[in-house]
């Protein structure tokens, strides 16, 4: 069994519906920009679980992205640290907090250095495309994440 790529950038949403659509886009968009990079594995699904904490064992950095109505335009990036909270508890569904908490609770040490990129959303409609202003919010994230990437995550 090979080692695990250093980097992670997982996505999720969910394609048909709006603008949920930006987290698996981005990985979609970021892996034709990088091409085939051994450092670098991309994930998508439609939202966190549990399951997600054992893609973190052996990571050097985690990139989650996920589409947000609460994120300022175009988009908000910041470090995250485990924590428990009450929505997560007995979903299959986790907040990316929750999510470093498990792996913490399953691994019994800290969790890779993890950011999350909230890319701002305005509709989530079933069936709806990507609207415009998420278009161009996307373009964004993807040129900061180029950079993110280049400089080691700082």
């Known amino acids: 069994m090979s080692a695990p790529a250093p980097l992670l950038v997982l996505g999720w949403g969910n394609p048909s519906r709006g603008d949920d659509a930006l987290g698996p886009l981005f990985v979609e968009r970021l892996q034709a920009r990088l ?8 994930l ?8 997600h904490a054992l893609d973190l064992v052996g990571r050097v950095r985690v990139l989650l992205v996920d589409a947000s109505v609460d994120a300022a335009p175009p988009f908000e990036a910041r470090e995250l640290q485990p924590a428990r ?22 691994q019994h040490t800290a ?34 994440a ?9």
């Open 35 to 42: 091409g085939t990079s051994d450092g670098v594995e991309c």
């Open 44 to 51: 998508t699904d439609f939202q966190l679980q549990v399951e």
């Open 85 to 106: 909270d009450a929505t997560s508890f007995g979903s299959h569904a986790m907040s990316p907090a929750a999510l470093l908490q498990a792996f913490v609770d399953l």
């Open 111 to 144: 969790p890779p250095p993890t950011t999350l990129l909230a890319i701002r959303a305005e509709s989530f409609e079933l069936g709806e495309p990507l609207g415009a202003a998420a278009r161009a919010h996307l373009d964004a994230a993807l040129d900061w």
């Open 146 to 154: 180029a950079r993110w990437l280049r400089d080691g995550g700082d």
